[in-house]
């Protein structure tokens, strides 16, 4: 069973940028479509984005497109999201996810296993 760790979370003020790391192990990544989620207090769970397992096809929410990109490098079994023009309402728990031999997908249902998490804070 694959295993992931999010890294790169942190405090950064608006308009900055951060870059996400999900490293797994256990298990190559490279059958697996991932995704990032987010989540702020009090708030549910939110797709971000995702990737394919080719990382040929992605997705974004609309309220980051244009500003994030998701990335893989499946040789290094770590997927990225590049966030940009960072908002105050970026603020939340980012989580990746994996999804063994699938399809890009929003639904967090569909998503195996979750990492544990990386706080992003964007200060106004």
């Known amino acids: 069973q694959v295993q992931l760790v999010e890294s790169g979370g942190g405090l950064v003020q608006a308009g900055g940028s951060l870059r996400l790391s999900c490293a797994a192990s256990?298990?190559?990544?490279?059958?697996?479509?991932m995704g990032w989620f987010r989540q702020a207090p009090g708030k549910e769970r939110e797709f971000v984005s995702a990737?394919?397992?080719?990382?040929?096809?992605?997705d974004y929410a609309d309220s980051v497109k244009g500003r994030f990109i998701i990335s893989r490098e499946n040789a290094k079994n770590t997927v990225y999201l590049q966030m940009s023009s960072l908002k105050p309402e970026d603020t939340a728990v980012y989580f990746c996810a994996a999804k063994w031999n699938g399809l890009v997908t929003r639904t967090h249902k569909e998503y195996d296993t979750w990492g544990q998490g990386t706080q992003v804070t964007v200060s106004s």
């Open positions: 256990g298990r190559t990544l490279s059958r697996y479509a």
């Open positions: 990737i394919s397992w080719s990382g040929g096809s992605a």
